[in-house]
Protein backbone atom coordinates (compact mmCIF):
# COMPACT_ATOMS: atom_id res chain seq x y z
CA UNK A 1 0.00 0.00 0.00
CA UNK A 2 1.08 3.34 -0.48
CA UNK A 3 0.51 5.61 2.38
CA UNK A 4 2.02 8.33 4.75
CA UNK A 5 1.02 11.62 6.35
CA UNK A 6 -0.65 12.00 9.99
CA UNK A 7 -3.91 12.68 11.13
CA UNK A 8 -4.83 14.11 14.40
CA UNK A 9 -6.36 10.43 15.51
CA UNK A 10 -5.25 7.69 16.75
CA UNK A 11 -6.11 5.68 13.03
CA UNK A 12 -3.24 4.80 10.48
CA UNK A 13 -4.05 6.16 7.02
CA UNK A 14 -5.29 2.60 5.60
CA UNK A 15 -7.88 2.29 8.64
CA UNK A 16 -9.09 5.73 7.64
CA UNK A 17 -9.45 5.57 4.18
CA UNK A 18 -11.26 1.88 4.86
CA UNK A 19 -13.71 3.27 7.23
CA UNK A 20 -13.99 6.70 6.30
CA UNK A 21 -14.44 6.85 2.68
CA UNK A 22 -17.19 6.09 0.26
CA UNK A 23 -17.45 2.82 -1.21
CA UNK A 24 -16.43 4.96 -4.80
CA UNK A 25 -13.82 6.06 -3.79
CA UNK A 26 -12.86 2.57 -1.95
CA UNK A 27 -13.32 1.19 -5.40
CA UNK A 28 -11.24 3.50 -7.10
CA UNK A 29 -8.37 3.09 -5.08
CA UNK A 30 -8.69 -0.98 -5.10
CA UNK A 31 -8.85 -0.50 -9.54
CA UNK A 32 -5.35 0.78 -8.58
CA UNK A 33 -4.15 -2.16 -6.89
CA UNK A 34 -5.10 -0.21 -3.12
CA UNK A 35 -2.48 2.10 -3.98
CA UNK A 36 -2.83 5.63 -2.64
CA UNK A 37 -0.55 8.50 -0.59
CA UNK A 38 -1.46 11.18 1.89
CA UNK A 39 0.51 14.16 2.58
CA UNK A 40 0.43 15.59 6.00
CA UNK A 41 -0.09 19.37 4.76
CA UNK A 42 0.70 20.83 8.21
CA UNK A 43 4.19 19.25 8.02
CA UNK A 44 7.26 21.65 7.82
CA UNK A 45 8.91 22.68 4.77
CA UNK A 46 11.97 19.86 4.61
CA UNK A 47 9.11 17.12 5.50
CA UNK A 48 6.74 18.33 2.81
CA UNK A 49 9.36 18.24 0.40
CA UNK A 50 10.69 14.78 1.60
CA UNK A 51 6.61 13.53 1.38
CA UNK A 52 6.60 15.04 -2.62
CA UNK A 53 10.49 13.44 -3.03
CA UNK A 54 8.82 9.89 -1.67
CA UNK A 55 5.91 10.23 -3.92
CA UNK A 56 7.11 11.27 -7.00
CA UNK A 57 9.84 8.18 -6.77
CA UNK A 58 6.63 5.98 -6.11
CA UNK A 59 5.51 7.53 -9.26
CA UNK A 60 8.19 6.35 -11.16
CA UNK A 61 8.84 3.08 -9.69
CA UNK A 62 4.87 2.37 -10.98
CA UNK A 63 5.49 3.50 -14.39
CA UNK A 64 8.52 1.36 -14.84
CA UNK A 65 6.47 -1.40 -13.30
CA UNK A 66 3.66 -0.82 -15.98
CA UNK A 67 6.40 -0.93 -18.42
CA UNK A 68 5.84 2.86 -19.23
CA UNK A 69 2.14 2.44 -19.96
CA UNK A 70 -0.70 4.95 -18.26
CA UNK A 71 -4.07 6.26 -18.43
CA UNK A 72 -4.70 5.62 -22.78
CA UNK A 73 -7.62 7.47 -24.61
CA UNK A 74 -9.86 4.03 -25.39
CA UNK A 75 -9.75 3.78 -21.02
CA UNK A 76 -10.90 7.30 -21.00
CA UNK A 77 -13.57 6.67 -23.89
CA UNK A 78 -14.63 3.59 -22.26
CA UNK A 79 -15.04 5.17 -18.48
CA UNK A 80 -17.23 7.89 -20.26
CA UNK A 81 -18.88 5.72 -22.10
CA UNK A 82 -19.92 3.86 -17.96
CA UNK A 83 -20.22 7.11 -16.51
CA UNK A 84 -22.92 8.32 -19.49
CA UNK A 85 -25.23 4.89 -19.25
CA UNK A 86 -25.28 5.61 -15.37
CA UNK A 87 -26.71 8.67 -16.04
CA UNK A 88 -28.56 7.61 -18.53
CA UNK A 89 -30.40 4.73 -16.02
CA UNK A 90 -30.47 7.86 -13.31
CA UNK A 91 -32.35 9.91 -15.11
CA UNK A 92 -35.00 7.12 -16.51
CA UNK A 93 -35.40 6.41 -12.85
CA UNK A 94 -35.91 10.11 -11.61
CA UNK A 95 -38.50 9.51 -14.96
CA UNK A 96 -40.45 6.34 -13.70
CA UNK A 97 -40.63 8.07 -9.48
CA UNK A 98 -41.85 11.07 -11.22
CA UNK A 99 -44.42 11.39 -14.08
CA UNK A 100 -43.96 14.93 -14.39
CA UNK A 101 -40.10 14.85 -14.70
CA UNK A 102 -40.68 15.32 -18.63
CA UNK A 103 -43.17 17.96 -18.79
CA UNK A 104 -40.91 20.05 -16.65
CA UNK A 105 -37.76 19.35 -18.62
CA UNK A 106 -39.71 20.27 -21.95
CA UNK A 107 -41.38 23.26 -20.29
CA UNK A 108 -37.59 24.43 -19.06
CA UNK A 109 -36.02 23.26 -22.64
CA UNK A 110 -39.06 26.21 -23.79
CA UNK A 111 -38.31 28.73 -21.05
CA UNK A 112 -34.62 28.41 -22.79
CA UNK A 113 -35.19 28.73 -25.88
CA UNK A 114 -37.33 31.69 -25.48
CA UNK A 115 -35.09 33.39 -23.45
CA UNK A 116 -32.24 32.82 -25.87
CA UNK A 117 -34.49 34.42 -28.55
CA UNK A 118 -35.47 37.46 -26.74
CA UNK A 119 -31.44 37.56 -26.16
CA UNK A 120 -30.46 37.72 -29.63
CA UNK A 121 -33.54 40.26 -30.46
Known sequence: ???????????????????????????????????????????????LEEQVEQLLTMIMAMVEENKGTFYTQEMYQEAKKKLQDKMEEQRRKAEQSDPLHLERERLIRKLTEEKEKIGRA
Open 1 to 47: DWSSGEYSCDLSVQEYVGSSCSKDLLDVIQKCGNRFYAINNRAAKEE
